[in-house]
């Protein structure tokens, strides 16, 4: 069996390493482990800034704590209930195919409903929908008391809306919150603060779990009725529902409202989207007709559906290889550690290389990563693979936020967002209603990756041109509008074409930081 107390104690160490690293210390003290106290010349400058900008630092921070409370509450949540949802339908006796059944309609939800939800967040306001998805969720935590299939249906479709509005509301208020602030230059820093933060609050949500699970016995609310139960593997999901309350009350208070678009364009978008599916609508025409934002949804949906499969099949593959008792609470800890590692070693690295080729390296490693994980002949090896996998998750998310808050144009992110996640529930319901191997998934995984890798090298080629959304005279939406500009006049006839159908106006930028 593979050490994995040692492993544990080698990734945790790893990210004591990385996260010293990537911390302000390092400079005061990097010159007692053999390293020039001298600054380069692009620290210097960093240093100079922060010396003549205490105001922005302030702000930023001031902005960060605040989404962070929220943000940590909303994924605490949802922490909380991932592991115990399989366990509970399990104890009140369904069949493993009325399980698959619910799982399904959670994702499908997500995929349908979550997609339509995005858009009004734009046009209605972010924080109003942070607040709706506590709701949501919340009523979604209730429904696990009832005993009914249909109930526990509704709460999986609830679920599924819930979870479309976590990963994109979000990063969509934080993104223009940032803007508005005007410390957009800390946005990389911010989205490493919050993975950073997630994988702390992942560990604390599974121990808090897994102790308040074990306090009492699922049971019926009155000892005879088979409808209402409390206890046991509810309690998980009563914590839950009190974590969506504080998120949504803290983030009434403490968030200021913002939306896809100023409120000088309010007049103007009225009368484009006279119907409900509208903003869907011109989400799919600015995606389809911007490689950039195309090629960045291509490969978020083949990493964050990798990432999914993964989830579902580690387990299988771990058994497969291990003989004799399986420590998962270690297993899941050392996870989140190297997470955390990964999340730091972001922090360091894009302070050196552009953003987008950071993309690519992560792909690539994660694409090696899962045909380790695919002939692995021993637990090991194979447990290594799942490590450097979870590390790459760490410097993933930070990495494709800073990508998404410069190539998705603010008025339709949220809505772009969940369109995002129509390929990507696809992928997962896929492997949910297959019945391939884990060494067969993990095969797929890696054809997934290298397709994402070579998009993501791509993106690298094709944006040698920098686009901001400055110009609202044209109609992205509906592919309707000529360039704004000359300076995209030595771009491909391909790229003059896509310029033409965007408002988004070409402005070299080579050399200039993420």
């Known amino acids: 069996m593979a050490p994995f107390t040692a492993i544990f104690c080698g990734a945790l160490l790893l990210n004591i390493v990385a996260t010293f690293r990537s911390s302000s210390y390092w400079n005061k003290y990097k010159h007692l482990f053999g390293f020039s106290a001298t600054a380069s010349a692009s620290d210097q400058a960093l240093l100079g800034d922060e010396k003549s900008s205490t105001e922005m630092k302030l702000k930023h921070s001031k902005l960060l ?14 922490w909380l209930q991932g592991p115990y949802v399989y366990a509970l339908y399990d104890a009140y006796g369904y069949s493993q195919h009325d399980i698959a059944v619910l799982f399904v309609a959670g994702f499908g939800s997500s995929m349908v409903f979550g997609t339509f939800m995005g858009g009004l967040a734009d046009s209605c306001g972010r924080k109003r929908f942070t607040m709706f998805f506590a709701v949501v969720y919340a009523l979604s935590c209730i429904t696990k008391h009832f005993k009914d299939f249909g109930i526990l249906m509704l709460g999986r479709l609830l679920g599924g809306i819930a979870t479309s509005l976590l990963f994109s509301v979000f990063d969509s208020w934080l993104i223009r919150s940032h803007n508005e602030v005007g410390v957009s230059s800390m946005l990389s820093k911010s989205f490493a603060t919050a993975q950073y933060g997630n994988s702390i609050i992942a560990i604390l949500a ?9 306090l009492s016995e699922l049971k019926a609310w009155n000892g005879n009725s088979e409808f209402f139960f409390q206890g046991g593997y509810l309690y998980p999901f009563d914590l839950a529902l009190v974590s969506l309350v504080l998120c949504g009350i803290v983030a009434f208070f ?6 896809g678009e100023d409120k000088s ?3 103007e978008d009225d009368e484009k989207r006279k119907r409900w599916y509208d903003s869907f609508v011109n989400a799919y025409f600015t995606t389809i007709n911007s490689k950039e934002i195309l090629y960045t949804g291509l490969i978020g949906s083949l990493f964050e559906g990798s990432m999914y499969i993964f989830v579902f099949m580690w387990t299988p593959a771990m058994k497969d290889k291990t003989t004799g008792d399986i420590p998962f609470g270690l297993i899941f800890a050392t996870f989140m550690v190297c997470c955390m590692a990964g999340s730091s070693i972001f922090s360091v690295v ?12 992560t792909l690539a490693v994660a694409t090696g990563t899962f045909l380790l994980m695919a002939l692995a002949p021993n637990d090991t090896l194979a447990m290594i693979a799942f490590l450097m996998f979870e590390t790459v998750v760490g410097c993933y998310f930070p990495m494709m936020g800073t990508m998404k808050s410069v190539i998705v144009p603010e008025s339709k992110r949220a809505a772009i967002y969940n369109l995002y996640r129509i390929p990507l529930n696809f992928i997962v319901l896929f492997s949910l209603l297959t019945d391939l191997t884990p060494k067969q998934s993990f095969f797929l995984c890696t054809g997934m990756l290298a397709v994402a890798t070579f998009l993501q090298t791509k993106l690298v080629q094709h944006q040698k041109t920098f686009y901001s959304t400055v110009n609202n005279n044209d109609d992205l939406e509906f592919g309707v509008g000529s360039p704004k500009t000359d300076d995209s006049s030595h771009r491909s006839s391909q790229d003059n074409s896509d310029a033409e159908k965007s408002p988004l106006v070409a402005a070299d930028v080579d050399g200039k930081a993420d």
């Open 254 to 259: 403490l968030w200021e409202e913002n939306y």
């Open 265 to 267: 364009q309010d007049e």
């Open 206 to 214: 599974g121990l808090t779990a897994n102790k308040a699970a074990s």
């Open 65 to 78: 704590t605040k989404y962070l409370i929220v943000y940590l509450l909303a994924v605490f949540s949802d």
């Open 350 to 361: 894009i302070g050196t290389m552009k953003n987008e080729k950071i993309g690519v390296y």
